[in-house]
C-alpha cells in the first residue's frame, strides 16, 4: 500500500526528486540540491531536521498489551515504565532476528511499536488472536527529527515540557509552537536529537517552524543520504542490511544489550536465542579501508585467499576523510588491528579492523551523563 508523506511537496522544493527507492512503501527524499556530506556536517555541529515518517507506528492498546508484546520481544516489557522506550530484540522459532522493533510506553495499557520492514505486523496479529488488545497501524502519524549539537537550543524555548531534563530513549506527551505532540529523545545519527510525532495536520507548519527557529543557529533540513552517511559513522544497524545471513543471531550483531537474559516470561525463539548465546558464527565489525570511496554492500573480505567476511554497509565519511565499511567477519578474525583484505568493484583494498562507532566511540554525544 502507497504511503506518502505530507511533507512531500517541501522535499520537492529543496531538490528531491522522490522518485528512488521507497521504504516502508513511501517514497523517501534520498538527497536535496545540497551536498549530503555538507548536510553531515550541520548535524554534527550545529543541527539536521529529518523527515522520518516512512518508519511504521503501530498502536497497541488494552488490557493486555503488555502480555501480547512482551511475547513478542527478548526485553522484559513489564519492568517498562510509561514515557520510556527500548529497543529490544525480535527473533523467529530459530533464534534469528526478522525486524528493527522499539518499544514505546505511553500508559500501563498504551503502547507504541515502532518498527521497520520485517515481520511484526504478521507476528503481531497471531499474538493477539483471542486477547483484549486493539492493534491500529497508525497512517497519521509524521515524525520529524531535529539532529545535532543545538537540538535542544531550537527546541527548548517552545515547549513547556522540560527537555534539558528529558533522559535518552524517554518521552512526553506535550506541545511545540502551540501544536500537540510527542517529543521523545533520540534518533539514527549519533548526535543528541529528539523525535517530534505529530498529525499530518501540523507536520508542513512545524517542519517550516523548526527550520525558522533554527535559521539563526544553522539549522538546515537534511537528506535520508546524509542519514544514511550519519548512521554508518555512529554504527548504527539497519534490518535487513546488516542481517545479510538470513538467520542472524543478536549475538552476531552486538546486540546483547537488546536481549534481557533474566526475563523471566516466555517470548516467541527464547530457548533457541539463549542457547545460540556464544555460538556465533560471525561477528559484527568495523573497518576502516584504504580507499577514496565507499566500498560496496555485498562485497567480500579475505585474508590471504580465504573468504572471511562480508561488507554490509558502507560509506566515504567525509568527516573522518576515510573509507568506512560496516562488515561480518569470522570470530577469530574480528580482533581490532587485524589487517585483511576487502575485494571490491575498485580491486583489492587493504582494511583494517577498527573500534566502532567510527565517530565519538563512547557515544558521549549521545549519552553526555554517561560515566566511564
Known sequence: MQRNSILNERHRQLGSKLDGDTWNFMPIPWSYSSCPHDEVVATRTRAGLYDVSALNIVNVTGPDAEAVIDRLVTIDVTKLKPGTARLGGEVNEAGALVDDIMIIRDAADRFRISHGSGATPKTLAALAAGRSVTITSDQDVHILSLQGPVSLEVLKPHTPADLAALPYFNHV???LFGKKVTLGRGGYSGERG???YCSAADAVFLWDTILEAGKPKGVIPCSWTALDLTRVEGALLFFPFEMPEGDTTPWEVNMD????????????????????????????????????????????????????GVVTSASYSRLLMQSLAMVHLKPAKSSIGTRLTIRSEAGNLAALVVPTPFYDPLRQRTHPDRTR
Do not use: F, N
Request: proline share 0%.
Open 257 to 308: 544489550w537488546a536481549v534481557d537474559l533474566d526475563k523471566a516470561g516466555d517470548y516467541i525463539g527464547k530457548a533457541a536465542v539463549l542457547h545460540l548465546k556464544g555460538r556465533e558464527r560471525v561477528k559484527q565489525a568495523g573497518m576502516t579501508v584504504l580507499h577514496h570511496a565507499a566500498v560496496e554492500a555485498g562485497a567480500k573480505v579475505y585474508d590471504g585467499d580465504t573468504e572471511v
Open 173 to 175: 506527551e506535550t506541545t
Open 194 to 196: 529528539y523525535e517530534v
